[in-house]
């Protein structure tokens, strides 16, 4: 039924759900990227965490080597 209490055909009734289904569509496909975004922010940051973790690694590893061999304990 239209907003008077008529009866609609089918096409009108389609056109019009597809119409109000739109923004819902584009506010779905909104969300979605902005996670996607927060998902590669997070994995990024993960990656530069354990980059730095590995760095932080070597230069205690070097550094206790280089006490090692200058034999200072």
Do not use: N
Request: aromatic letters at 2%; charged letters at 40%; hydrophobic letters at 30%.
């Amino acid at each position: 039924m239209d907003t008077e209490g008529k009866f609609m055909d089918m096409e009108e009734y389609e056109a019009i759900s597809a119409k109000a289904a739109q923004p819902q569509k584009v506010m779905e496909e909104e969300k979605s990227e902005s996670r996607r975004r927060e998902l590669l922010q997070s994995l990024e940051s993960t990656r530069l965490t354990q980059t730095l973790r590995e760095t932080l690694a070597d230069q205690r590893e070097e550094e206790s080597r280089g006490v090692a061999a200058s034999g200072v304990v």
